[in-house]
Every structure is written in C-alpha cells, then in structure tokens.
C-alpha cells in the first residue's frame, strides 16, 4: 500500500522481489546496495539462517530525494523461496505496490519457477489483487549459464501475461537497474 | 481480503495522529510510540533518539505478519497484540483496525498491564482517525501524483539508477 504523507510530503511504496529458492533475489538487492549512490541507499537488512538463505525477507530502503518537494521513498524486500516458507512469503506480500518475479534460467528450475508463479497468484487474489493489473515485472536470471533456458521458452511458459521483462546476471549486474528502473515507474505510474 | 492501494494523510490527520502517540507516550512513560502500516511504512511517530525506524517498522510490521499465519495454523482469526520483552526495553504491538499498528516501545519498570490498557485505548481512537484517512484521500492525491510528477519520478530514477 503506497503512503502519501501530505503532511510530511513523503510518499512511500513497497517493492517486492519473489521467486524460487537460490533464483538470485537477495543477490538483486546486494548489487543494488553497493551500486546506487550514496544518498540513495539505505542499509541492507537480512535475516538470514547460518546458511546464508533467506529465512525472512531482506530489506533495502531507497530514497530517491525530493522531487516536487516530496520525498519518495522505495523500501526493498525479498521473500524466502524455498518451498517451506510460504506462509512467510504471505507475510511479506502484505501492503505491496509492485512485484518482480526473478526467474532462474537453469533447466531444472524450469518446472519450480513456474509453481512459484502460480503459488505467487494465488497469494495475490487471497488479497484481492490480480496480477494482470498491478505493476509486476519479469526477470531471466542467471544468463549467464551455458545451458540457461531460451528466453522464448521462459516467456512461453512464465509469462502468458506478457509483462516486461529484463534478461539478467544478478551477479555481475547485467540487467539488475533496468529491472528496477522499470518496476519502481511501473508502482509510480499506478498510484 | 481486501487491501488498500493507497493511502493519503493530511496536515490535519497527521496532527491528530501525532497528538494521540504524544499522550501515549507520555502517560506509559515510552520511549516511542509508533504508527505504521502493515506492509511495514511507517505513518508518524513520537519518540526521541536516534534509532533506525525505518528497518524497525519494517521487522515489526514482518513480525506481525507471520503472528498472523501462525495464528492461521492455530484457528485463531489473528492475533490482535504481541508482547516482546527484553531485559531494558520492550515492544508491545497492537493492531489498529485491520490495516496498521501501533507499537509501543517502553522500558522495563513501567507496568505491562498499563500498556496494554492505554494503547487499546489509543488504537481505538486511531482507528477512527485513519478511517476518515482512507475515505478523504483521492482529492489529495490527485492534487500531489499528477503527469508532470510521474514524469519527473521517472526521471529521477533514470537518473539515480544507473549501469
């Protein structure tokens, strides 16, 4: 749920990264904090098991200054994707204002990622929301893999809705900024 | 259920907002007092020091949600208020409606049962205050998310985040 704070000339709006286990969501963020710029960016907040996977959520808060003497704010999170988690993924949905699906291009995920979509659906209509009219963006992760799934097969079977969507590398970067670029308008251009 | 798209808080609301977390503050002795949405944003609060409110709404509004699944798992509807206490300091957060939460963050001589008491009172009065929020909200937002707006977040992001 997007908050405009008239009074404190605040506008914030809540971004959420979804998707199967080890996909490359809190690696989206981790790239996104140590590559914004400074003012922008607040600190990275993980809770995290010892195994370093994501047991709650992580959050990334983004200021993105004044803008007609508003300040607009994006908070960050992500959702644990392993399979056991999902009543926690819930929780983290709640309020959101835009969602990005990252998708793992390796072959054997192929048949997880798309679970997770329709898991993913399923959640928003329990809230009352279909994704085919809310900001929600497509991201092929690990593109870098020599035996990554083709983009037409992903678009084929992930993306019926035909919603934007951004060929990535989490890890090196490639395509983690457009895909926030194009969310962040995305959650604007719907308020 | 149902969620709110968006919600908009005037000058007035605000200070009215503001006045409730003020006297609950002052009359549990908290540190802060805290209103926030469920998604974790935070509305206004009352409160000295220099602590990060932003990560705290966010673990507290997260905290709640996954009271409310295990609440699910349990039959119970929800769970209307979670005590959390430490050896100084301790959280008490309740929901206001069935949209925000008022967190209370107070330290550990003032009495549990007081809090309690006098935040379900300030919640009941909050309530009422963000239900003419959420009803009175389109005419202001329109006047602040207009086209030229829009157009100069966009640029602004372009900008800000790039390769």
Not at chain 1, 2 to 20: D, P
Not at chain 1, 36 to 53: H, K, W, Y
Not at chain 1, 84 to 105: H, K, M, Q
Request: glycine share 8%; charged share 20%; proline share 3%.
């Amino acid at each position: 749920m997007a908050l405009i704070n008239v009074a404190k000339r605040e506008i914030q709006c809540k971004i959420v990264y979804y998707g199967t286990g080890f996909c490359g969501k809190t690696t989206n963020l981790q790239y996104i904090h140590s590559h914004a710029p400074q003012p922008a960016r607040g600190d990275l907040l993980s809770i995290a098991t010892e195994s370093e996977r994501t047991l709650f959520f992580d959050f990334l808060p983004l200021d993105l200054g004044q803008v007609h003497g508003f300040r607009v704010r994006f908070a960050l999170y992500t959702v644990p994707g392993q399979v056991l988690y999902e009543r926690t993924r819930v929780a983290v949905l709640n309020g959101v204002d835009g969602i990005v699906f990252v998708a793992d291009s390796s072959p054997d995920k192929l048949e997880e990622n798309f679970q997770n979509l329709l898991e993913l659906e399923m959640n928003m209509r329990r809230m009352g929301r279909d994704l085919g009219s809310f900001p929600f963006i497509m991201q092929w992760n690990k593109r870098d893999l020599p035996d990554a799934v083709p983009t037409q097969t992903l678009e084929r079977y992930l993306n019926r809705r035909r919603a934007p969507s951004f060929n990535a590398s989490a890890l090196t970067g490639e395509g983690v900024f457009p895909t926030l670029r194009a969310i962040c308008k995305g959650v604007m251009g719907s308020l | 259920m149902e969620q709110l798209t968006n919600l908009v808080v005037s000058e007035g609301e605000l200070s009215n907002i503001a006045r409730v977390l003020g006297r609950l503050a002052l009359d549990t002795g908290a540190s802060y007092t805290i209103l926030l949405d469920k998604s974790g944003q935070l509305i206004a609060s009352h409160g000295q020091g220099h602590r990060d409110l932003t990560a705290l709404g966010a673990l507290m509004a997260g905290a709640f949600s996954s009271s409310r699944q295990v609440a699910e798992i349990l039959g119970e509807q929800d769970f209307r208020s979670i005590l959390q206490q430490g050896v100084q300091e301790s959280i008490l957060s309740t929901l206001v409606g069935n949209q925000w939460l008022l967190v209370v963050v107070f330290e550990q001589q003032t009495h549990v049962g007081l809090v309690k008491v006098l935040a379900r009172k300030s919640s009941d009065e909050l309530e009422r205050i963000l239900d003419r929020v959420r009803h009175g909200g389109v005419q202001a937002r329109q006047q602040v998310v207009d086209v030229q707006f829009r157009a100069d977040v966009a640029n602004t992001i372009d900008s800000l985040f790039q390769d």
